[in-house]
């Protein structure tokens, strides 16, 4: 009885270890989803060089970055 609690404990551990890993595998694969629609996903040299310039927000077009700050996506939007 004792090996086969202990065979399921570390079989539980292993399965939980292997599906947290694809998750987090799944996650750097997947592409960032627009926030709206007719947004277009830019480069982060792109959005810096918008922000040096001061036009982050002008009457044409809007610059936005988006996402937790270890994984920062960075959007056109048109106005």
């Not at 627009?34 to 002008?58: C, D, M, Q, T, V």
């Not at 988006?66 to 960075?74: E, M, N, Q, V």
Request: hydrophobic letters at 45%; one cysteine or more; a positive charge.
């Amino acid at each position: 009885m004792k090996g086969l609690m202990s065979f399921l404990q570390n079989s539980l551990l292993i399965a939980v270890a292997i599906t947290a890993s694809l998750l987090a595998c799944a996650q750097t694969i997947a592409k960032p989803l627009p926030p709206r629609e007719g947004y277009r996903p830019i480069s982060k040299i792109e959005y810096n060089a918008a922000k040096r310039e001061y036009l982050l927000k002008s009457r044409a077009r809007v610059y936005i970055r988006a996402g937790p700050f270890w994984r920062r996506h960075y959007w056109h939007c048109p106005v």
